[in-house]
């Protein structure tokens, strides 16, 4: 895979669940990370899509997360997404990365889409699991990125009419 242009690409956002973070580790990381990339891709144009596991049991989408979103996430019991995020490379980020995210990377790529997944934005209760769920997918094809690595490729240049806002994100 080469770079992720923010034209051909689409972020979506798996089960960051209020009920589930508390015992995700590093959870206010990979929230903070998650809604940097939310609000980048939101002012560069880049589709954004969100999942919700069972959100019954689960809870919703965290607030600071849910907040962000340009439409309501899609609730699922399925650990895949089952859903089409929108066109181009899926950026992934979510929890538990060797659970929901790992599903839902691995069918993307049986689909033949292009995946890749932001490491400090996927988290599991267990370091050990998520590293591992890491492992797989870039075994898989997926491209296993950060999240300032994401933004700076979707900006393109320091010459983008949103660097010096988007830039603020990162800092």
């Known amino acids: 895979m080469a770079l992720i242009p923010a034209q051909d690409s689409t972020l979506l956002v798996v089960d960051l669940q209020e009920r ?3 015992a995700i580790a590093d959870a206010a990381e990979v929230v903070e990370n998650a809604g940097r990339l939310v609000r980048a891709a939101t002012r560069l144009g880049v589709g954004v899509a969100a999942t919700e596991q069972n959100p019954d049991g689960l809870g919703p989408t965290v607030g600071a997360i ?3 979103l340009p439409a309501p996430a899609i609730a699922k019991t399925s650990f895949a997404a089952g859903i089409d995020p929108g066109p181009g490379t899926v950026v992934a980020l979510g929890c538990e990365a060797h659970v929901c995210v790992l599903q839902t990377v691995l069918a993307l790529r049986a689909e033949g889409r292009e995946v890749a997944v932001v490491a400090d934005a996927v988290g ?6 998520r590293d591992r769920a890491l492992e797989r997918m ?4 997926v491209d296993v ?6 933004v700076f490729e979707w900006l393109g ?7 010096r806002e ?4 990162i800092k």
């Open 20 to 22: 589930l973070m508390p």
């Open 66 to 68: 849910a907040d962000l």
């Open 124 to 129: 599991s209760r267990r370091p050990a699991n």
């Open 138 to 141: 870039r075994a898989h094809g």
């Open 145 to 150: 990125l950060t999240t300032e690595m994401v």
């Open 157 to 163: 240049s320091s010459g983008n009419e949103a660097f």
């Open 166 to 169: 988007v830039l603020k994100l």
